[in-house]
């Protein structure tokens, strides 16, 4: 089992719809959550982060844990074409004591 | 507030040969981290720093890959000598606290190996 999962996707959503992306971990020990975007080319930008269980909004980003089922989601609403980039979900603490990223999800917006 | 700054941008080297990587974190942050991003997986932590002693180096490998961060502030890793696997991106990132917290991310420096 791989430390963080997510669907490498594309994940295709038409302008103005909502993007849900999603990540499961398997250390239940992990503390940190992180969503970063990575546009093709470029390096990882931090968009969110969450420690607690619920949601955490942050302008047209939600973040979403639920530590119990160890589930980590970002929502983004309204979505734009310039949102068409890689997520990256990261997850930190547990055994490791270091940052786990998954593969990433490739996010299409449709214009 | 500067970013973290990484050089050179672009490195093309043949097998066999030696590279280095320079990178210089924002003012303030403690802790330094190289990873390593292979297209299409996510980053991959080779080594890590607190101030300038290592905190985790079990990813690095240490035949060909060494790094150090002299006076706590700016680090360098140096790949000698390189291999085909080698191309990939090398990403420095620094945080302010080692446990958890926010790590940003530097330009990267893309590597190929011919």
């Known amino acids: 089992q791989k430390e963080v999962e997510q669907n490498s996707g594309p994940l295709s959503v038409p302008e103005g719809a909502i993007a849900s992306l999603n990540c499961t971990y398997s250390?239940?020990?992990?503390?940190?959550f992180f969503w970063y975007r990575q546009y093709s080319g470029k390096s990882p930008e931090l968009i969110m982060s969450i420690y607690s269980n619920g949601d955490k909004e942050d302008g047209r980003f939600t973040a979403q844990l639920n530590k119990a089922s160890q589930y980590v989601s970002l929502l983004i609403r309204d979505s734009q074409p310039s949102d068409s980039a890689t997520y990256l979900c990261?997850?930190?603490?547990?055994?490791?004591?270091?940052?786990?990223f998954g593969t990433g999800t490739l996010l299409a917006v449709q214009p | 507030e500067a970013g973290v700054a990484q050089s050179p941008r672009y490195k093309i080297i043949e097998k066999r040969q030696s590279v280095a990587f320079w990178c210089n974190p924002i003012?303030?942050?403690?802790?330094l981290y190289w990873y390593q991003q292979i297209l299409g997986q996510g980053p991959k932590l080779l080594i890590q720093?607190?101030?300038?002693?290592?905190?985790?180096d079990s990813q690095l490998p240490k035949d060909r890959f060494s790094a150090e961060r002299l006076k706590g502030v700016d680090s360098t890793l140096k790949i000698q000598p390189a291999k085909l696997e080698d191309s990939a991106v090398y990403l420095c990132?620094?945080?302010?606290?080692?446990?958890?917290?926010?790590?940003?991310f530097g330009p990267g420096t893309r590597l190929t190996v011919t």
């Open positions: 990261a997850v930190h603490g547990g055994a490791t004591n270091k940052l786990i």
């Open positions: 990132a620094s945080s302010l606290v080692i446990r958890g917290y926010e790590q940003y």
């Open positions: 003012s303030g942050h403690a802790t």
């Open positions: 250390d239940r020990g992990s503390q940190s």
């Open positions: 720093f607190q101030n300038n002693g290592v905190v985790d």
